[in-house]
Nanobody, 124 residues
Framework: HVQLVESGGGSVQAGGSLRLSCAAS????????MAWFRQAPGKGREGVAV???????KYTDSVKGRFTISKDNAKNTLDLQMNSLKPDDTATYYC???????????????????WGQGTQVTVS
C-alpha cells in the first residue's frame, strides 16, 4: 500500500521561504519520477516541479529560480524548497509519484498514480 504524506505547509509573508516534505511508504522515491503539484482555489491542478530517478529536474516557468525539488533517498522523502514566495504561490501543494516513468520529466496530472493528501501554503 503506497502512502505519500506531505508536511511543511503554512503561512508566510511575500518574499519568505518554506520547505515542503513528502514522506513515502510502500514506495521508493529513488525508483521513479516524483513531482510536486499545486491547486489554487477555483483553478486546476498545476505541475510545479518534477525529479527523475537519476536526479534530473524540470520546473514550470513561474517557479524557476525560486523553487528547488530534491529527494533524500536515505529518508525516502521528496522535498520542495520554496524561496522568494509570492501571493500567487498560494495553493494546496501535493506530492505525486508514478510507477511508470523513471526518466521522463512529466508535469501532467494524469502521468501520476500516487498522490498525497496535500498541504496548504498561504503567502500574503
Amino acid at each position: 500500500h503506497v502512502q505519500l504524506v506531505e508536511s511543511g505547509g503554512g503561512s508566510v509573508q511575500a518574499g519568505g521561504s518554506l520547505r515542503l516534505s513528502c514522506a513515502a511508504s510502500g514506495y521508493t522515491v529513488s525508483s521513479y519520477c516524483m513531482a510536486w503539484f499545486r491547486q489554487a482555489p477555483g483553478k486546476g491542478r498545476e505541475g510545479v516541479a518534477v525529479i527523475a530517478s537519476d536526479g534530473d529536474t524540470k520546473y514550470t516557468d513561474s517557479v524557476k529560480g525560486r523553487f528547488t525539488i530534491s529527494k533524500d533517498n536515505a529518508k525516502n522523502t521528496l522535498d520542495l524548497q520554496m524561496n522568494s514566495l509570492k501571493p500567487d504561490d498560494t495553493a494546496t501543494y501535493y506530492c505525486a509519484g508514478t510507477s511508470v516513468y523513471k526518466f521522463s520529466l512529466r508535469l501532467g496530472e494524469n502521468d501520476y498514480n500516487y498522490w498525497g493528501q496535500g498541504t496548504q501554503v498561504t503567502v500574503s
